[in-house]
């Protein structure tokens, strides 16, 4: 029996992106790595689960600001080599700069400016001593 995991084109490090997007506006909410356990677990538990790359182990999203991505489908690309999470973001905050998306900066005149609002502050989000954001 062929497994849905090797149909993957994983990188030189295991590695495949992932794009979570918003499953009712397509709004682009984050982008992170997966390797092949994170996209089991993902699939199996119908929650984001990710891969540090910084932190060297799984990271479930959320699992410290309560800001979890519940999976309502996942997509691969044409390539198989990229990922698509559709998912309800609970709390409405994906970023750990407290904002709806990591993507809230937009090129306006030759610079970054910034467009979305911090809906929370992260330090809120994110109180625990010697924490690295997510």
């Known amino acids: 029996m062929k497994d849905w995991l090797d149909e993957i084109h994983w990188n030189a490090d295991g590695l495949v992106p992932a794009i979570a997007q918003d499953h009712k506006t397509g709004r682009v909410l984050m982008m992170a790595w997966m390797n092949r356990e994170s996209l089991?677990?993902?699939?199996?538990?119908?929650?984001?689960?990710?891969?540090?790359?910084?932190?060297?182990?799984?990271w479930r999203k959320g699992e410290e600001s309560g800001h979890v991505q519940k999976v309502h489908e996942l997509r691969l690309d044409c390539d198989a080599d990229v990922i698509i999470l559709m998912v309800e973001q609970l709390g409405g905050i994906a970023c750990h700069t407290g904002r709806e998306s990591c993507f809230y900066r937009?090129?306006?005149d030759g610079d970054w400016q910034v467009v979305d609002p911090?809906?929370?502050d992260p330090h809120a989000i994110y109180d625990k001593p010697g924490h690295s954001h997510e």
């Open 40 to 58: 089991a677990l993902t699939a199996a538990e119908n929650r984001a689960i990710y891969w540090s790359r910084s932190r060297g182990k799984l």
């Open 118 to 120: 911090v809906l929370k």
């Open 106 to 108: 937009v090129f306006q």
